[in-house]
Nanobody
Framework: QVQLVESGGGLVQAGDSLRLSCAASGRALSTYGMAWFRQAPGKEREFVAAVSRFGGTAYADSVKARFTISRDNAKNTLYLQMNSLKPEDTGVYYC?????????????????WGQGTQVTVSS
């Protein structure tokens, strides 16, 4: 079992930056594919970014060039650096881990989920 706990969310203005963290316990994350998803009110949970076991990354088109996903296996932690935030980035951000080591974009590929952290971007 893997337990995931997100932190770092908050209320910011458009153009600001935030860094989200996802601390894992129970198992070493080094063999898992990891990702961030987000869910806005009234919308489906959507893919944001993913990183494979080997460091390969994938991003949703809407966040490319603004967000950066990274992992520190020594600290068992996943990060999401979010720059140039927009109001449409508002939502609950979830960390996820997949036993598959790839950087997958489908929710169904992920076996473990955190409880989420709220990000609100005001205009």
């Amino acid at each position: 079992q893997v337990q995931l706990v997100e932190s770092g969310g908050g209320l910011v203005q458009a153009g600001d930056s935030l860094r989200l963290s996802c601390a894992a316990s129970g198992r070493a994350l080094s063999t898992y594919g990891m990702a961030w998803f987000r869910q806005a009110p009234g919308k489906e949970r959507e893919f944001v970014a993913a990183v494979s076991r080997f460091g390969g990354t994938a991003y949703a088109d809407s966040v490319k060039a603004r967000f950066t996903i990274s992992r520190d296996n020594a600290k068992n932690t996943l990060y999401l650096q979010m720059n140039s935030l927009k109001p449409e980035d508002t939502g609950v951000y979830y960390c996820a881990a997949a036993r598959q080591a790839i950087a997958a974009s489908l929710k169904s590929e992920y076996n473990y989920w955190g409880q989420g952290t709220q990000v609100t971007v005001s205009s």
